[in-house]
């Protein structure tokens, strides 16, 4: 099946310094992909949808300056925490769809990226 | 508003069988699905419903009910690594995917 790979899966930073994951879908081509963050016990939560070649789409209450998110072509997308403070510590995950599923197909998940800041 | 409501926390026994359920108010409704969570890891895609009726695949199915905004997940002879937490989602009228809270799954010998 379709598979998506995020990285790095665990990091760790220093107050102030800004962050960058990866997602990647490895076998198909995705024009949209999904960030999302879960807090421990929690559910996911969407923050973005982010859209190859264009701008990011920014759930209600997301700082857009503070996450940004880069979709440069049709299997990558990045998420970059800037100034990262320790609230922003939290477990990270994307996720993209087969788009030959349509648009209730499979969403795939990357592996997901724990972030701690310090 | 929209919501999805799913019991927080279930307990059940090695080899029996457990169903988890999931009642929804959404707007508009393009499907439902049921993804499995171990802590720790990213979700994985168990089912996806859109019509009325269940759903087989070994040793899960899932049951919709459109005109009862209801589902359920169903797991048979449970086993140990089945202890996980279970995401019942709902895709909106604009395809949105609107996430419930989980149910945390404990499994017992």
């Known amino acids: 099946g379709a598979v998506v790979s995020q990285h790095p899966s665990r990091v760790i930073c220093k107050s102030g310094t800004s962050v960058k994951i990866e997602c990647r879908s490895l076998?198909?081509?995705?024009?949209?992909m999904f960030w999302y963050r879960q807090f421990p016990k929690k559910s996911l939560m969407l923050m973005a949808t982010s859209n190859e070649g264009s701008k990011a789409t920014y759930e209600q209450g997301v700082e857009k300056d503070k996450f940004l998110i880069n979709h440069a072509s049709l299997t990558l997308s990045t998420l970059t925490v800037t100034s990262a403070h320790p609230e922003d510590s939290s477990f990270y995950i994307c996720s993209a769809r087969d788009e030959q599923g349509g648009e209730t197909g499979e969403l795939f998940f990357g592996e997901g990226s724990r972030l701690t800041v310090l | 508003g929209q919501n999805i409501d799913q019991p927080t926390e279930m307990t059940a026994t090695e080899g029996a069988i457990v169903q988890i359920n999931c009642t929804y108010q959404?707007?508009?409704?393009?499907?439902l699905f049921w993804y499995q969570q171990h802590a720790g890891e990213a979700p994985t895609f168990l089912s996806y419903n859109v019509l009325d009726g269940l759903e087989e695949k070994g040793r899960f199915s899932s049951f919709l009910s459109r005109s009862k905004g209801y589902s359920y997940l169903l797991l048979k002879e449970l086993q140990m690594k089945d202890s996980a937490s279970y995401l019942c989602?709902?895709?909106?009228?604009?395809?949105?995917?609107?996430w419930g809270a989980g149910t945390k799954l404990i499994i017992k010998p």
């Open positions: 989602a709902v895709s909106d009228s604009n395809y949105q995917l609107i």
């Open positions: 076998d198909f081509q995705a024009t949209t």
């Open positions: 959404t707007s508009g409704f393009n499907g």
